[in-house]
């Protein structure tokens, strides 16, 4: 896949996982670039992990791999985020 590709894979991967954990307002374009495209790469490896497929190309299966990947992401920033402002 080519880089372009790899940026609105990403792109969108990142814009549906912020909406789907209530970070939509929070995060830019660029945010969502990089969250997806980091997604992408945590869910290809679990989804390998556990016996699947992970990202095959520009398709709907390679959204879904880094949607996953990028909701896992978040997740684990919001975590990471919480305890530090727990602690202080």
């Not at 991967?13 to 939509?24: K, L, Q, T």
């Not at 949607?67 to 990471?80: F, P, S």
């Amino acid at each position: 896949m080519s880089i372009l590709g790899w940026v609105i894979l990403g792109g969108i991967a990142g814009w549906i996982a912020s909406i789907i954990m209530r970070r939509d307002k929070r995060m830019g374009v660029f945010a969502n670039i990089l969250v997806g495209i980091v997604g992408a790469f945590i869910g290809g490896f679990l989804f390998h992990l556990f016996g699947g497929t992970g990202i095959t190309g520009f398709n709907f299966w390679s959204l879904v791999v880094a949607t996953v990947g990028a909701v896992i992401l978040l997740w684990i920033v919001n975590l990471a985020s919480g305890s530090r402002s727990r602690s202080t």
